[in-house]
């Protein structure tokens, strides 16, 4: 069976440049959720989308910034990276509310 | 807002041994999920309570919801080491998103 698809799967970037994350969710998904898990760390929510319109929005800073595409699938736009954003970068997605959340393997995102 | 307490937050256990993880809530939960994550990976999901009392089994792992849906225990019967990783309780309230708890980390020793 398909499962969420993230890329890409690493990624290392420089201290001011940006990142573009992208997640394709299980077909006829229409829910897609953005979380970010620092090492050693839960994973912490950062904004989701149903039907292509921000859903919610949590602890995503304003450098952040993210869509969800007419073919649902989304991406995470990142600028100005800092040594902080290094973490591991999940998309999950699901079919209506309190349903389970199906993960994608995340992007490893390395900030130097 | 909602918080998630798990414990124990690490647990080591010699194979074959039960043990038991807990997961309570600050305020009722409407949906209770387990997932597994390997490090480094992505979440695997586990089960899904969301009725008070629920209690749902997938091989040797078993998941409950209290009567009062503020506390969820997970217990693996005869653990193995492809039990080891991190498992974290996740906790859907009225709007649509979920929160986690901290985790537990369990290691199997051979």
């Known amino acids: 069976a398909a499962g969420v698809i993230q890329s890409p799967r690493h990624l290392i970037k420089e201290k001011r440049e940006t990142a573009t994350l992208k997640c394709y969710p299980i077909?006829?998904?229409?829910?897609v959720y953005w979380y970010q898990q620092g090492p050693g760390q839960d994973p912490q929510f950062l904004i989701s989308?149903?039907?292509?319109?921000?859903?919610d929005k949590g602890s995503i800073p304003d450098r952040f910034s993210a869509q969800q595409f007419s073919d649902y699938h989304s991406e995470l736009n990142m600028s100005s990276l800092e040594l902080g954003d290094s973490a591991l970068y999940f998309c999950?997605?699901?079919?209506?509310?309190?349903?389970?959340?199906?993960f994608g393997s995340g992007t490893q995102l390395s900030v130097l | 807002s909602q918080e998630l307490e798990q414990s124990p937050q690490s647990l080591i256990v010699q194979e074959g041994k039960n043990l038991t993880i807990n997961c309570t809530s600050s305020?009722?939960?409407?949906?209770l999920y387990w997932y597994k994550q390997k490090y480094g990976e992505g979440l695997i999901f586990l089960m899904m309570?969301?009725?008070?009392?629920e209690e749902k089994s997938h091989e040797k792992i078993t998941a409950k919801l209290d009567e009062k849906k503020q506390q969820s225990s997970l217990h693996i019967t005869a653990s193995q080491p492809s039990h080891a990783g991190i498992y974290l309780c996740?906790?859907?309230?009225?709007?649509?998103?979920?929160?986690f708890g901290k985790g537990t980390r369990l290691h199997i020793l051979p």
């Open positions: 999950a997605s699901t079919r209506g509310v309190h349903e389970k959340l199906f």
């Open positions: 077909p006829r998904h229409d829910t």
């Open positions: 989308f149903y039907e292509k319109m921000q859903s």
């Open positions: 305020k009722t939960l409407y949906g």
């Open positions: 309570l969301q009725k008070g009392g």
């Open positions: 996740g906790a859907g309230g009225r709007d649509d998103k979920i929160i």
